[in-house]
């Protein structure tokens, strides 16, 4: 198992290493990083700040140099906030980890969950509505629901709990602001347990907004795999051994189902390092996604290639992460 994880990890790093290059390059070949000196039009200043940027270098040098000053944290400068990059995509990265750390537990237990019942419903009034719902679930915009959620639950259901003056779930009009993870208060403020409801009142409609779609998807998914594996010779065998049903269900039929699942949320876990855009600005979250956009409509080149790394690195890392969890799931694999 060790071998078959280092020679995993071994090839996925030249991988890295071309995608960053590619991203590089294609940034470079995209973005004109003196754009903004071309509003002065001095052509002495703008070959000054070509020269300090080595643009007149080949790419592959550019690039040498860069992966050089990146290894070593040093990601450049924003040309918009004239702040380091690193310092700018850190909190960045940690807003979005929270958010999809979350999600994805919330997503991935529902999936599982309503996959499987479906599976073993199959065709029954309970497997119909579950798959009813699972498709309104992808076909929902998330920028709808999350709209909807906000209004919903911090405007029309607490306005509607002050007014006949009840409290809906503990809540009142003080506490309905929990729409933007970043402004969850503060830990000095709060004591331990005051700090965790809070923080976790902030989370509760962007994790909402972001598992909605996943949970359709994934449960669709998870009850194919499902239906297959407990078709298969091996669950007959099984049954007809006298094992418990609860035993071939959870043992046997589970744990082999999980195996496409895992590749589709690895693969999926790693896209929405980059792609929260929706939710982010909804709930005026400053993750990746946000960052993403203001760097690319500002035309920010240093960010642009930090954040194109950033999330190639964890689409690689979670790839990675698939194929060991595929061969724990099933031994064959790394036998092969």
């Known amino acids: 198992m060790l071998i078959y994880v280092l020679r995993r990890i071994l090839i996925s790093i030249p991988v890295v290493l071309i995608a960053s290059f590619l991203l590089f390059w294609f940034v470079r070949e995209t973005f004109d990083p003196t754009a903004r000196l071309r509003n002065v039009r001095d052509p002495a200043v703008i070959a000054r700040e070509t020269e300090r940027l080595g ?8 690039y040498t140099k860069w992966l050089g000053d990146f290894v070593q944290g040093d990601w450049g400068e924003s040309a918009r906030t004239r ?31 309503i996959g499987v019942f479906g599976a073993l419903k199959q065709y029954s009034l309970p497997d119909y509505v579950l798959t009813g719902f699972s498709y309104l679930a992808i076909a929902m915009p998330p920028f ?13 259901i607490p306005e509607w709990a002050i007014k006949n003056d009840i409290s809906f779930l503990g809540l009142d009009k003080r506490q309905v602001d929990f729409v933007n993870l ?13 700090y965790a409801e ?15 779609q996943i949970v359709g998807a994934w449960s669709r998914y998870q009850r194919s795999a499902m239906l297959d594996v407990m078709s298969a010779d091996y669950i007959r065998t099984a049954r007809a051994k006298g094992v418990p049903r609860r035993k071939v269900v959870f043992k046997h039929g ?4 999980l195996i496409p699942l895992v590749t589709v949320m690895a693969i999926d876990i790693g896209l929405l390092f980059g792609g929260l855009l929706v939710t982010e600005t909804i709930f005026s979250i400053p993750g990746m996604g946000r960052m993403f956009v203001q760097a690319l409509l500002q035309g920010d080149i240093a960010v642009l290639e930090a954040w194109m790394v950033v999330v190639a690195i964890f689409v690689i890392a979670f790839n990675l992460l698939a194929d060991i969890l595929y061969s724990i799931l099933d031994p064959r694999i790394r036998l092969s």
């Open 198 to 212: 809070d923080y976790i009142r902030h989370l509760i409609l962007p994790v909402m907004t972001l598992s909605v």
């Open 254 to 257: 589970v744990r082999n189902a």
């Open 182 to 194: 970043h402004r969850a208060r503060a830990k000095e403020t709060l004591s331990g347990a005051e």
């Open 83 to 113: 702040q380091p990059v690193t310092g700018m995509v850190r909190p960045a990265l940690w807003n979005t980890i929270q958010l999809i750390f979350f999600g994805v537990i919330v997503s991935a237990t529902l999936a599982v969950a």
């Open 55 to 62: 643009l007149n270098d080949p790419v592959p040098v550019q």
């Open 144 to 156: 709808w629901f999350g709209l909807l959620a906000i209004n919903v639950f911090a405007f029309r």
